[in-house]
Structures are given as structure tokens and as C-alpha cells.
């Protein structure tokens, strides 16, 4: 079993940053992949960035050039930077961890808003 916990989210102003963290614990055999998704008021979940075991990240369109994922292997931790935040980004944004299973945790919130 894993447990995931996400935190560093909160209220930002428009072009603001916030960095969220994903601490990862418990026995996972093998990850194939660390995602996070969002998911705003009135929508489905969306994807919003992956790292892959190799080591390459992927983005959606709509954060690209703005969110970076990046992983602290000694912490066991996934972080999200995200930057030049606009009020569409507002969201309860989830870390996700996909091994033979599928972890989540139970999500940040994020308000962009002034």
C-alpha cells in the first residue's frame, strides 16, 4: 500500500508561484509514473503533468512553460512548481502515483485569484 500526501497549496494572485509537494510513503513495487491532475469547480479531473521511471516529464498544453515536476528521490517527495499562475489554474490539484495500481492522495487546494 502507498499514502500520498499533498501540500503547499493556498490562495496566489494572478502571475504569482506556489510549489506543491507530493510526499510519497509505504511499500510500492515498482512506479511507472508520477502525474499530477486538477480538478476545478463544475469539471472533470484533468491531467496536468507526469514524470515518467526514466525520468522524462510531460505536460498539458495549458501549464506548459509555466509548471515544472521534478522529484526529490531522497525525500520520497514529487513537487510541482508552478509559475505565472492565472486564475484558471484554480483547482484542487492531486498527486498520483501509477505502479500496478493507482495511489492518490487527497488533493491541495488552489485559488488564483486577486
Known amino acids: 500500500q502507498a499514502h500520498l500526501v499533498e501540500s503547499g497549496g493556498g490562495l496566489v494572485q494572478p502571475g504569482g508561484s506556489l510549489r506543491l509537494s507530493c510526499a510519497v510513503s509505504?511499500?510500492?513495487?515498482?512506479?511507472?509514473?508520477i502525474q499530477w491532475h486538477r480538478q476545478a469547480p463544475g469539471k472533470e479531473r484533468e491531467w496536468v503533468a507526469g514524470l515518467s521511471s526514466v525520468g522524462r516529464t510531460n505536460y498539458a498544453d495549458s501549464v506548459k512553460g509555466r509548471f515544472t515536476i521534478s522529484k526529490d528521490n531522497a525525500k520520497n517527495t514529487v513537487h510541482l512548481q508552478m509559475t505565472d499562475l492565472k486564475p484558471e489554474d484554480t483547482a484542487l490539484y492531486y498527486c498520483n502515483v501509477v505502479s500496478s495500481k493507482n495511489y492518490w492522495g487527497q488533493g491541495t487546494q488552489v485559488t488564483v485569484s486577486s
Open positions: 509505504g511499500n510500492i513495487s515498482r512506479i511507472y509514473a
